[in-house]
């Protein structure tokens, strides 16, 4: 939300901008105990969903600093995300009676694709086939150091070899 720190003449002397909802500004407002100090006020523009329109809050500084500072919890504070029947330890057992008792739909988890599935997504290659036959291959283990090129030439020589072996 950018943020205006105007002076008495209407001239902007400071200007920050972040992300945010609303917008305010920061205006020097006069006070009136006191007729020659004047304070700054903040301005805040903001959409109220419960009137569907848009409102107008001026605050002092010291009312506004207030305001964030409550939302910071105490030194060592333990916060809870979740209590109740969405807690760790309940979730499980009482959710899904929850679910029943709104007569809602019980939402299940997506299965996580297996290593099969994301390989061929990422090489384009059926990793449990075959390069040497074409057949699907059962998963017994796994070898470091020969690559998937070279394992035809090496299939080819072993069974010339044998060849050459049986004829002799």
């Keep these: 939300m950018p943020i205006f720190v105007t002076t008495g ?12 909802a609303g917008k305010s500004t920061l205006r020097k407002k006069p006070n009136m105990h006191d ?3 004047t304070t700054l006020a903040v301005i805040s523009h903001y959409y109220d969903h419960r009137t569907q329109q848009h409102r107008r809050q001026v605050l002092s500084q010291e009312e506004m600093l207030l305001r964030y500072i409550s939302h910071i919890p105490s030194r060592h504070f333990k ?5 109740g029947f969405l807690s760790n330890r309940k979730r499980g057992e009482l959710l899904p009676k929850i679910y029943v008792a709104l007569e809602m739909e019980v939402k299940t ?7 099969a599935t994301l390989m061929k997504q990422f090489t384009h290659v059926d990793p449990y086939q ?7 291959m059962v998963f017994s283990s796994a070898e470091v150091g020969s690559r998937a090129e070279v394992l035809p030439a090496q299939r080819r020589e072993k069974l010339e070899k044998k060849r050459w072996l049986l004829a002799a």
Excluded: I, W
């Design 9 to 20: 003449n209407g001239a902007s002397s400071l200007r920050s901008s972040s992300s945010g």
């Design 35 to 37: 007729k020659t100090s």
């Design 79 to 83: 916060m809870v995300r979740y209590y």
């Design 109 to 115: 988890k997506p299965t996580k694709p297996g290593y």
């Design 130 to 136: 075959c390069v040497l036959c074409g057949d699907q």
